[in-house]
């Protein structure tokens, strides 16, 4: 065993995501990179692999897998996707398939994203449809993907009608999560992460959120053995939360949905800001989280005090709270509520939103008036 396998296994944590036939390992540790190509090797029917990436990440990790997968006996080919939220669309994944057929590959060949949310995401699905079904392996390099994409088997892409509307369930064979690859995660992304760990706080872990006040700015801007601490505990806190969730309601016909607190709104900001970098995926639900709490406390629901208590850690933490600096006059209630109806949640004809009686304690509701709703965007428009 080389010394960076040592390395790794002294450190790794281990979560099971219980799905009967369909189940598989969470590991989370440091420089697992360095020794993924046996750990993948022993999850392959025949040891294949294609690997998709992206522009950004390709420079930074490759090397390092290759010569990992390289010293397992692994073949491996490569596949090199534009890096952006833009990548998520129907023209990048019949890029995406075509090459993967050119490549003769099999069905007992495996794919393996190696990058953040938009590979994983579009790789899953190419999975998913391609010869009826490749398995697949995640190894997610940003915080957000570390935390809630890479685990739970939703796939997908975006359309212009709206947000990850087109895509399948499927469940990978593993997902290797190395927390060095953090280190080179540029600051915004690193923060646009975090709002997706706020999330397990609010949604059902009421302490988490606690620690996180306290612990936030060490995760994102430490430079010392207590940051990497803070992320482990972080990235394990929230994959044990969505295992548990996903291992419950594979397929969110219950409670999985209220993995969707903040996503009802965010997904109607992203769509209006056009997918790009004016909004992150991570930053959009940070507002909508927001969001969600000011319409729960406007309802009666949850004390203003929480709402205050939640748009104030968002702003001391550095993410967008509201979003009057966003809007422009092609912005209106109308068109956020009309992106919001096309949401995968709206059944009947209804939107159902993740809304909360207060911090860690949030519920699936269809009971909310569009009135109500559009009075809350209307306000927020105004600043």
């Known amino acids: 065993m080389t010394a ?10 281990s979560i099971d995501v219980d799905l009967g036939q369909r189940s598989y ?16 090797k022993s999850r392959l029917v025949q040891p294949r692999v294609a690997v998709i990436t992206d522009s950004n990440v390709e420079p930074l990790y490759r090397a390092r897998l290759e010569k990992s997968l390289d010293q397992a006996g692994v073949d491996h080919q490569w596949i090199v996707l534009p890096a952006g ?69 939703k796939t997908g892409i975006n359309t212009t009608a709206g947000k990850n509307l087109v895509g399948a369930f499927h469940q990978p064979r593993l997902v290797l999560t190395d927390t060095q690859t953090l280190d080179t995660l540029a600051h915004r992304e690193l923060l646009a992460g975090y709002a997706e760990v706020v999330k397990y706080g609010l949604l059902g872990d009421g302490a988490f959120f606690d ?30 939360a969505k295992a548990a969730i996903v291992a419950a309601d594979e397929r969110e016909a219950g409670q999985r949905a209220l993995l969707n607190l903040g996503h009802t709104f965010g997904h109607a900001l992203e769509a209006q800001a056009g997918y790009g970098d004016a909004l992150l995926h991570g930053e959009a639900v940070a507002i909508g989280m927001v969001m969600a709490f000011d319409l729960s406390a406007r309802l009666g629901l949850c004390p203003a005090g929480q709402a205050d208590r939640v748009r104030r850690h968002m702003a001391d933490m550095g993410l967008p709270s509201h979003i009057k600096h966003l809007a422009d006059s092609s912005w209106s209630a109308d068109g956020l509520l009309a992106h919001m109806s096309l949401d995968k949640k709206v ?37």
């Open 4 to 13: 960076p396998d040592k390395q790794a296994l002294a450190c790794l944590s």
């Open 347 to 383: 059944i009947g004809g209804k939107l159902n939103f993740v809304l909360v009686r207060g911090i860690g304690d949030a519920f699936i509701t269809g009971e909310v008036e569009k009135s109500e709703v559009m009075a809350l965007l209307k306000d927020a428009l105004a600043g």
């Open 85 to 153: 939220e833009r990548t998520k669309d129907f023209f990048h994944l019949r890029r995406l398939v075509d090459d993967l057929l050119f490549m003769r590959i099999e069905r007992s060949t495996a794919l393996v994203a190696l990058g953040g949310g938009v590979i994983g995401d579009i790789t899953g699905f190419a999975a998913a449809i391609t010869l009826r079904g490749l398995d697949f392996i995640q190894i997610p390099t940003t915080l957000l993907a570390q935390v809630d994409s890479s685990v739970g088997g």
């Open 25 to 40: 390992r969470i590991e989370v540790g440091e420089g697992l990179l360095d020794s993924a190509g046996g750990v993948i």
């Open 211 to 240: 620690w996180l006040e306290e612990n936030g700015r060490v995760l994102v801007n430490g430079n010392s053995i207590a940051k990497n601490e803070a992320r482990r505990h972080a990235i394990i806190t929230c994959c044990r």
